[in-house]
């Protein structure tokens, strides 16, 4: 995996790839359909997937390792949140990754213009890219609901090798997505709810929508490891802080933090914001639970001019946040949280 020489040609790894021209990666089955131009010219490279349809990405037996998985499909916002991927390891009958399409391809509220991180590239018209390594030991199963009430069209392909020698303490991929629409004053938004075993929490996509005027980046980041109970053991200075940013939030999407996209153009506390944090130089792992929040705390009026100032405006505030959470961990693993219904994850897009 991160470790393999890229010059090492004695491995036992196989290259393969789905996508329908070859639905099931088999060697040498790909590209068989046939289009008016004849057989293998391009005879089956999209489809158009129905309302309320749920069509298989991937089946794959293993052990393996999907590598990358590319998709494009309509370039609307409810596309990209009524749209969910879901993902099955192992034989496990429920889903370790649920969420919306843009979130888990790494950005908030269905928009984002071109950027890269360490987990995720996007291009101009929306052409998504999704890098974090994704290991099984017997099966992986991929799966894309249209939620939607209309069809939207689908282009996708997923890379993985076979003959992967995981050991028994590998992880399998896991995310979630998380909406309130608006959050509750003084309750701190959930980016991942308690989880229990061991693992290693990468990192989440956040989506803002400020609902009010002034600053609403004020609140710290907190993450419960091993057994904490009121206090973190992992506690930051402020939203945009958490994502390595300072004094609001500037777009510039970094390898392992940053902000993809910033609806102002200036610096208006107005405007939604879609940014993400990687722990991949730094990890955050945990060995009984782990629990990961953010408060919504804001500027309220008058004029800050030191820190007794500052204190003193701080405000609570119900905004709306979204979160799409990824970590490893061991399988069978506990069910995901519920993820909102279409309704509620498309309120208030666009398109």
Same mark, same amino acid.
């Given at each position: 995996?991160?470790?393999?020489?890229?010059?090492?040609?004695?491995?036992?790894?196989?290259?393969?790839?789905?996508?329908?021209?070859?639905?099931?990666?088999?060697?040498?089955?790909?590209?068989?359909?046939?289009?008016?131009?004849?057989?293998?010219?391009?005879?089956?490279?999209?489809?158009?997937?129905?309302?309320?349809?749920?069509?298989?990405?991937?089946?794959?037996?293993?052990?393996?390792?999907?590598?990358?998985?590319?998709?494009?499909?309509?370039?609307?916002?409810?596309?990209?949140?009524?749209?969910?991927?879901?993902?099955?390891?192992?034989?496990?009958?429920?889903?370790?990754?649920?969420?919306?399409?843009?979130?888990?391809?790494?950005?908030?509220?269905?928009?984002?213009?071109?950027?890269?991180?360490?987990?995720?590239?996007?291009?101009?018209?929306?052409?998504?890219?999704?890098?974090?390594?994704?290991?099984?030991?017997?099966?992986?199963?991929?799966?894309?609901?249209?939620?939607?009430?209309?069809?939207?069209?689908?282009?996708?392909?997923?890379?993985?090798?076979?003959?992967?020698?995981?050991?028994?303490?590998?992880?399998?991929?896991?995310?979630?997505?998380?909406?309130?629409?608006?959050?509750?004053?003084?309750?701190?938004?959930?980016?991942?709810?308690?989880?229990?075993?061991?693992?290693?929490?990468?990192?989440?996509?956040?989506?803002?929508?400020?609902?009010? *005027?002034?600053?609403?980046?004020?609140?710290?980041? #907190?993450?419960? !490891?091993?057994?904490?109970? /009121?206090?973190? @053991?992992? $506690?930051?200075?402020?939203?945009?802080?958490?994502?390595?940013?300072?004094?609001?939030?500037?777009?510039?999407?970094?390898?392992?933090?940053?902000?993809?996209?910033?609806?102002?153009?200036?610096?208006?506390?107005?405007?939604?914001?879609?940014?993400?944090?990687?722990?991949?130089?730094?990890?955050?792992?945990?060995?009984?639970?782990?629990?990961?929040?953010?408060?919504?705390?804001?500027?309220?009026? *008058?004029?800050?001019?030191?820190?007794?100032?500052? #204190?003193?405006? !701080?405000?609570?505030?119900? /905004?709306?946040? @979204?979160? $799409?959470?990824?970590?490893?961990?061991?399988?069978?693993?506990?069910?995901?949280?519920?993820?909102?219904?279409?309704?509620?994850?498309?309120?208030?897009?666009?398109?």
């Amino acid at each position: 995996m991160a470790g393999e020489a890229l010059y090492d040609l004695g491995g036992a790894l196989e290259t393969r790839s789905i996508c329908f021209e070859n639905p099931t990666g088999a060697r040498g089955a790909g590209g068989q359909a046939a289009s008016p131009l004849g057989v293998g010219r391009k005879g089956d490279p999209a489809r158009t997937i129905g309302a309320g349809e749920t069509v298989t990405l991937a089946d794959i037996e293993g052990p393996g390792t999907i590598r990358h998985i590319w998709l494009t499909s309509g370039q609307s916002p409810k596309v990209f949140r009524g749209a969910v991927v879901r993902a099955y390891w192992d034989g496990q009958e429920h889903p370790s990754i649920e969420a919306p399409l843009g979130d888990l391809f790494g950005f908030a509220h269905g928009r984002t213009p071109p950027f890269q991180s360490h987990a995720h590239t996007v291009g101009e018209r929306y052409a998504l890219n999704l890098w974090l390594p994704m290991p099984f030991a017997r099966r992986a199963r991929l799966t894309l609901t249209n939620e939607l009430s209309r069809p939207i069209p689908l282009f996708y392909q997923v890379d993985y090798t076979l003959g992967d020698a995981h050991g028994g303490e590998v992880g399998r991929l896991h995310a979630a997505f998380a909406r309130s629409n608006p959050t509750t004053p003084g309750r701190d938004f959930e980016i991942l709810p308690k989880r229990e075993g061991r693992g290693r929490y990468l990192g989440a996509v956040i989506g803002v929508r400020p609902l009010a *005027g002034r600053w609403w980046g004020e609140g710290e980041a #907190k993450i419960f !490891l091993d057994g904490d109970g /009121d206090f973190p @053991s992992v $506690c930051g200075t402020g939203s945009e802080d958490y994502v390595g940013l300072s004094y609001g939030l500037q777009p510039t999407p970094f390898a392992f933090h940053g902000c993809n996209w910033r609806e102002a153009d200036d610096m208006s506390d107005t405007g939604r914001v879609s940014m993400y944090r990687w722990h991949v130089p730094d990890p955050v792992v945990w060995r009984q639970d782990i629990r990961v929040t953010i408060q919504q705390i804001g500027l309220g009026e *008058g004029t800050v001019t030191d820190m007794e100032t500052y #204190k003193a405006a !701080l405000v609570e505030r119900a /905004d709306d946040w @979204s979160a $799409c959470a990824f970590w490893y961990e061991a399988v069978p693993s506990a069910r995901l949280p519920p993820m909102p219904d279409v309704a509620a994850r498309t309120a208030d897009l666009p398109g």
